[in-house]
């Protein structure tokens, strides 16, 4: 059964701290991963990984793949309280074209 | 562009009763994706619809769950007998084509709880 695996489940920083968030996954077949942004309500897309090495990148949020390794990683610098909220890491895999197998998330609380 | 609409947002149900969920798609959406996200679980894939047509329901109970995209209208979900274990938040999600390279749009999620 694929698995995906995140890391740590919570993390609790202030504001101006940098993070980083650990994905990691077993699957068949690999296409891609994908991070998102959860607060009370739908998750958002952030990024979508299917070459590794190429980092993507959105203002203070960057994000890189390892397919040798099987993980992912997704940075915050300077984070924000606006940035307090579940991001969940999901991949794209097998025989599947559409099928996303998620992670349990990662809470991360930025205090002022 | 509206994004996906999901209703309602909040629904309560006694074991038992009926639990109907609906989802419209973006505009232009013509795939479906339903996920369940149990506490303390990650979101995990239910069924896959077209319009008219279920794709894939291999993550569906095989019993009192059932979905639909009809031609004209939201896509369903049904849970017929709601149980304690049914309560969750119920995600749907959207996109243009299958999968690929397309990412699935998310909506609010319906937050069942069954008393």
């Known amino acids: 059964e694929d698995k995906v695996v995140q890391s740590p489940l919570s993390l609790v920083v202030h504001e101006g701290d940098t993070v980083t968030l650990n994905c990691s996954y077993e699957v068949t077949n690999f296409r891609s991963l994908l991070w998102y942004k959860q607060e009370k309500k739908a998750p958002t897309f952030l990024f979508m990984l299917t070459s590794s090495g190429i980092e993507k990148k959105s203002g203070r949020l960057s994000s890189i793949l390892d397919k040798k390794e099987l993980f992912s990683i997704l940075n915050i610098t300077a984070t924000q309280t606006g940035d307090s909220a579940v991001y969940l890491c999901?991949?794209?895999?097998?025989?599947?074209?559409?099928?996303?197998?998620f992670g349990k998330g990662t809470l991360l609380t930025v205090n002022p | 562009n509206a994004g996906v609409m999901q209703n309602p947002r909040h629904l309560v149900r006694r074991r038992g009763q009926e639990a109907r969920l609906r989802c419209s798609p973006m505009k232009g959406h013509s795939h479906v994706y339903w996920y369940r996200q149990l506490p303390e679980e990650g979101l995990k894939f239910m069924v896959y619809l077209q319009k008219e047509n279920i794709i894939d329901e291999s993550g569906m109970p095989k019993e009192r769950f059932s979905a639909e995209f009809p031609k004209e209208g939201p896509s369903i979900l049904r849970i017929q007998q709601v149980v304690r274990g049914d309560s969750a938040a119920y995600f749907c999600?959207?996109?243009?084509?299958?999968?690929?390279?397309?990412?699935?749009?998310f909506g609010p999620g319906t937050r069942l709880t069954v008393l």
């Open positions: 999600a959207s996109s243009p084509f299958s999968g690929g390279t397309d990412t699935q749009y």
């Open positions: 999901a991949v794209l895999s097998g025989g599947s074209n559409y099928k996303l197998t």
